[in-house]
T-cell receptor, first 110, second 117 residues
Framework: DAKTTQPNSMESNEEEPVHLPCNHS???????IHWYRQLPSQGPEYVIH???SNVNNRMASLAIAEDRKSSTLILHRATLRDAAVYYC???????????FGTGTRLQVFP | EPEVTQTPSHQVTQMGQEVILRCVPI?????FYWYRQILGQKVEFLVS????????KSEIFDDQFSVERPDGSNFTLKIRSTKLEDSAMYFC???????????????FGPGTRLLVL
């Protein structure tokens, strides 16, 4: 899997939008961009994924740069429950292991 | 909503003892994984399993480790002779397998915290 770079930590206040960046300058044409998060003392959980177009689901939005060398996970209104480590992961199509980096630890303040 | 379950939630064992960690994947899933996370470190892939055989394994998954799907519901990870450095949180995950181009989501269990003394 290609390498991704994320900030170690970010902070937000509750009910504010959060933009979590990820750089993946060596992404290949077939790599999908996946985001997972790990809440404290829990297993990782899927958030969203995309290939080229921006994606929205009930949890978040994913904005993908036109050259696909970076992406941003957007939490539209952060809640205390969104405090977690967020991982940006590149994956080839099909069933494949997840390779986790160190992710971004998001702190949300009331 | 269907979920992956794992037992036990915590396991304490003596070095050199065998442990079996159990997982019940989501019922219609066909692809299974084990990951581990040493305290304060990254989540690491151990092994993937499909059609009753190992699909891929990492360097961590040496001869001391084995996996099995003994029946239609359970998926187990066995460590034959535990070492101190096996102390970690072990996560089971499962996913559907629709086709090779599908971006399947992996669903993780809550983990088993293994402490080797």
């Amino acid at each position: 899997d290609a390498k991704t770079t994320q900030p170690n930590s970010m902070e937000s206040n509750e009910e504010e939008p959060v933009h979590l960046p990820c750089n993946h300058s060596t992404i290949s044409g077939t790599d999908y961009i996946h985001w997972y998060r790990q809440l404290p003392s829990q297993g990782p959980e899927y958030v969203i994924h995309g290939l080229t177009s921006n994606v929205n689901n009930r949890m978040a939005s994913l904005a993908i740069a036109e050259d696909r060398k970076s992406s941003t996970l957007i939490l539209h209104r952060a809640t205390l429950r969104d405090a977690a480590v967020y991982y940006c992961i590149l994956r080839v199509p099909g069933p494949d292991k997840l390779i986790f980096g160190t992710g971004t630890r998001l702190q949300v303040f009331p | 909503e269907p979920e992956v379950t794992q037992t036990p939630s915590h396991q304490v064992t003596q070095m050199g003892q065998e442990v079996i960690l159990r997982c019940v994947p989501i019922s219609n899933h066909l692809y299974f994984y084990w990951y581990r996370q040493i305290l304060g470190q990254k989540v690491e892939f151990l092994v993937s399993f499909y059609n009753n055989e190992i699909s891929e394994k990492s360097e961590i998954f040496d001869d001391q480790f084995s996996v099995e799907r003994p029946d239609g519901s359970n998926f187990t990870l066995k460590i034959r002779s535990t070492k101190l450095e096996d102390s970690a949180m072990y996560f089971c995950a499962s996913s559907e397998l629709r086709d090779l181009m599908y971006q399947e989501t992996q669903y993780f269990g809550p983990g088993t915290r293994l402490l080797v003394l």
